[in-house]
């Protein structure tokens, strides 16, 4: 016989207990989501400035060196990249649980194994640095410089990984606004720090002392909040266990074997522009995607909230497995939407203003750089696209699911770069940048078609809900850019930046308009609108906020 039905009185304890983890886990992605939205907005904008004032003081050349340097740092840093995803994954889960102590060990363990892999990386680079040098292809003039800017930048780096159990597990218990809180203290610091810096003469120096001083303030901050607000965090070696180190290499193996393609792929146009055609176009290239990049992070405080909630959904949720997979169902779905409005939102000016944008933000438009900026801020939208489906496949625990997108990004990036150098006839920046889109976008909808078989869902309710409300912000672009490149051609930086000004204005209204009135639900903007009202009452006369 099968196991009986469970009583109305136990399946109604089940319901409400099933009501309550999903209405905490609402309750937190909408707490945690805005703030990290916000911290995000803040950093783009403390950005804009900062890539057009060191160019015009450094160069293109030594811009391209300090891009350089956080390529290396994202390659060594990759060895203990697997590890946050645990600490984030596991503590969610121990935490729905009440088990503080196996949180607290993995914890411990994690940090242990990070700071002596930690301190190898670094010995090994010190070791090897003539052949890192002749990897990057270094001018002469500029060796003695990228030896102490490199040296310092990873140093610190390595120590920020090393301590990042206390950033990871206030994100695993969701306590992302406090993250996000420190974060925006720490890089607005080191935004004054880059402009007085480089200002008075520091050089690229300048850039990495201001790094650091980012970074160590930021370990100290985090620590801090962190013993402060979970009064069950202890982190020692004495916590140090086996069977932590066992869920390390475990889960933690595979996501490391992931995040490694991800560098790679997230980095592979400047790897290979490096050496074959010199720093000047690693920050051509890093010039096209800064906005792009930027922006992607914007909808990414999404993905970030995905991983601890369909955590804690799959760790505390009870009931049958069906519950589960229907409550993790509507994470993804709406997630994905919301992330792809939002990036959609961000990407749709960017690529139909890109030449515009960069001649007022650069003063000059590079060859090249309006064409590629266009095309990778499409390539961050349908990137992000991925992020719900590999963020709540990680938190369900199948972390192997995120290499069908990895993959077949790498196999069909080895087939591109080299058709582009046979098409054009010579290495080029455009080049080696149209085949990183072609592949990102190609093996990105492969995955998205994977996950959705994963998670049973249709693909033509996937398109409707998620993908069409996603092309609406292209249209408004176009309609409002197309002035623009018009007149900014003739107009004075000052007065195109007016002009940029009002064009994002007028498309930022238009963009709001069109998706309250056609593309969120009824629900949906019953939603949005409470929360508007929610933040905008503390702030705003209610009679501003009555017809919100």
Not at 151 to 171: G, K, P, Q
Not at 232 to 258: E, M, N
Not at 345 to 366: E, H, N, Q, R
Request: net charge positive; charged share 15%.
């Amino acid at each position: 016989m099968g196991a009986s039905a469970p009583s109305g009185r136990a399946s109604r304890g089940v319901d409400l207990h099933a009501g309550r983890h999903a209405e905490t886990v609402r309750d937190a992605l909408t707490r945690n989501v805005g703030p990290d939205v916000a911290a995000r907005v803040g950093y783009l904008v403390s950005r804009v400035l900062i890539p057009p004032f060191v160019l015009a003081r450094l160069g293109l050349e030594t811009y391209g060196l300090w891009s350089t340097a956080f390529i290396l740092v994202s390659y060594l840093g990759v060895g203990t990249f697997g590890i946050s995803s645990v600490y984030v994954k596991y503590v969610a889960e121990y935490a729905a649980r009440g088990e503080t102590d196996k949180a607290n060990s993995i914890l411990s363990t994690g940090m242990v194994v990070s700071a002596v892999v930690s301190v190898a990386l670094f010995a090994m680079l010190v070791l090897g640095w003539a052949h890192v040098r002749a990897w990057l292809n270094i001018p002469v003039h500029l060796q003695h410089a990228a030896h102490d800017v490199i040296l310092v930048v990873v140093a610190i780096f390595l120590c920020d990984i090393a301590t990042s159990v206390f950033r990871d597990s206030m994100s695993g218990v969701q306590k992302i606004a406090e993250v996000q809180a420190i974060w925006v203290v720490c890089y607005s610091v080191e935004a004054v720090l880059i402009f007085y810096l480089v200002g008075t003469g520091h050089g690229i120096m300048g850039l990495a002392e201001a790094f650091l001083v980012r970074t160590a303030l930021s370990i100290v901050l985090s620590a801090a909040i962190a013993y402060r607000i979970l009064p069950w965090l202890r982190v020692s070696p004495r916590l140090f266990s086996r069977a932590s180190l066992r869920t390390l290499l475990g889960f933690g193996g595979v996501v490391q074997l992931g995040a490694i393609i991800s560098i790679g792929l997230n980095t592979a146009e400047r790897i290979i522009a490096a050496p074959l055609i010199g720093l000047s176009a690693v920050g051509l290239l890093d010039i096209s995607d800064k906005l792009p990049q930027m922006a992607s992070s914007i909808p990414f405080a999404f993905a970030g909230a995905f991983l601890p909630a369909a955590s804690y959904l799959n760790g505390g949720l009870a009931g049958t497995a069906e519950d589960r997979r229907k409550a993790v169902v509507k994470l993804y779905l709406k997630g994905a939407r919301y992330m792809n409005l939002a990036s959609a939102a961000l990407a749709g000016l960017l690529a139909t203003a890109s030449g515009p944008i960069l001649a007022v933000w650069m003063g000059k438009v590079y060859p090249g750089t309006a064409f590629l900026m266009s095309i990778f801020a499409v390539q961050q939208q349908i990137h992000l696209l991925t992020g719900p489906g590999t963020s709540i496949l990680k938190g369900i625990g199948q972390p192997r699911e995120e290499f069908f997108y990895s993959v077949p990004n790498v196999i069909v990036l080895a087939a591109a770069v080299p058709l582009s150098r046979l098409i054009l006839g010579r290495w080029s920046v455009v080049g080696l940048g149209s085949a990183v889109v072609a592949a990102t976008i190609l093996s990105a909808i492969g995955f998205i078609v994977h996950a959705n078989r994963i998670l049973d869902i249709p693909w033509r309710r996937y398109a409707r809900f998620v993908l069409i409300p996603g092309t609406v912000p292209y249209v408004i672009g176009l309609l409002a850019a197309a002035p623009a490149w018009l007149l900014i051609p003739h107009l004075g930086r000052c007065r195109g930046a007016i002009l940029i000004a009002a064009i994002g204005a007028v498309y930022a209204v238009a963009l709001v308009w069109v998706a309250d009135r056609v593309v969120l639900e009824a629900d949906e903007r019953a939603w949005f609108r409470a929360i508007i009202r929610q933040k905008l009452t503390p702030l705003v006369p209610s009679r501003f906020t009555a017809g919100v």
